[in-house]
Every structure is written in C-alpha cells, then in structure tokens.
C-alpha cells in the first residue's frame, strides 16, 4: 500500500563559529536527517521505525503526509505518487504527533466535532459522539483538554486521528510518557484498528508486540526490516 524509494532529507545547519565571524560570514554544512531510505507497507500490516531519539524516525513521517518534502526520492500510495496527487490521497490517511494537534481551551467534544468539519464528516456531531464512547470519554466530553490528563490527552489525540476513518494511519511515538496502564491501553486499542498502521518508537518491547514488520533506523539509514521473531534474533 505504501512504497518508499530512495528517500532522503537533507538540512542544513551553521558551522560554530567566533560570534563575529558567524554574523558576518555564516557557515553552513548539509547532514542528512533521512539517508535513502527504501520499504514497503502491505495493506493493514502494522509497520514500525524503531531508533534513537535524532535517528530520522519523525522526518520520515514528516515527508510521508506531506508537511517536509523529500529532497530525494519518491514515495507511493497505492501506486500514486504523493507528491503529484496530495490532493487525492491527503483524505485517506491521518496523523498523529507528539504535540497531539488538540486545542487545549476547547473541550474534548468541540476538538472532534472542529476537525469532523474540517474533513467534511457528513455528521459531525454523530462522529464525535461515536469516537468519544469508543475512547470512554464521554464523560469528560464537556471538559477543556488543558485539564485532561496525559493519557486523556492522548486518547483524544487518537480519538482526532480516526475522524476521517483513514485508510493510513501515521503514529509518532504514540505511548511516550505515558504510565504502564495508558501505554497498555494504547497497544491494545491500535491492535482492533482495521488499517494499515505506520508508528514510530524507541521502544523496542513496543515495536516488537505491536508490529508486523519493523524497520530500524540509525543515523537516518534503514540499516535492517524484519519481522519481531527475526529481531529478537538478531537484538
């Protein structure tokens, strides 16, 4: 479902300098936050980047719906290149991303029923409610998203991410800081999903219970995909 090739972001950052030398005559040197990478998902496989903190995991994700474009290289969906038809495949997939994309001075049920309207559900006040019992939120339904909890937040977060029912479903480190029970919770949810899953984490017990397949990265390079039975072999 999903086809990587080659792909690769590269920034650049300023070379430390005397303060004087660095105002007047910056240098720059490029580093390669993703190194040509390439995969492929399978329909309704969960897939994991499991790496370091700086390994490329969020950059990945970042080019993959379409907020950073690739330097180099291409990526697929369902043999459409993304680049040239955004427009046709943005409405199958959704994201979620540490900051959660929540409106922290609106409540949980005006978050849902704002993005059901921005994805044009035909009923967005019936979607809410439906995503809501489905996370057991309703009774915190009427409550400002400043005052939830982590894991409430993240719950909704996720409750935010399905509006749309997307066929692709892009989770950046989705159990981060979260207390064993929460993280526990979150595994088992994402388990139920009927779609094809793409997560990152550097958790390795996470990747290994979670995901189908898992990719690992180092240093912006995918330096091994297998599936948990063949990691736990290789670790």
Known sequence: MIRVENLTKVYKK??????L??????????????DSISFEIKRGEIFGLLGPNG????????????????TLGKIYIDGF??????RKICERFNVLFSDKLLYNRLTAWDNLVF????YSIKDPEERAKELLELMDLIPWKDQYVEHF??????KLALARALINNPDILYLDEPTLGLDVKNAEH???FLKTLKCTILLTTHYLNEAILLCNRIGI???????HIGTPKELKRIH
């Open 14 to 19: 300023q070379v430390p300098q005397f303060w």
């Open 21 to 34: 030398k660095a105002l007047l005559k910056p240098k720059w040197e490029e580093f390669k936050a993703v």
């Open 55 to 70: 390994a490329g995991k969020t950059t990945t994700i970042q080019m993959l719906c379409g907020i950073e474009h690739p």
């Open 81 to 86: 290149e993304l680049e040239t038809n955004y």
């Open 115 to 118: 993005y059901a309207n921005l």
């Open 149 to 154: 909890s982590l894991g409430m937040r993240m």
């Open 186 to 188: 979150i595994r088992n």
């Open 217 to 223: 990265l180092q240093k912006g390079k995918l330096i």
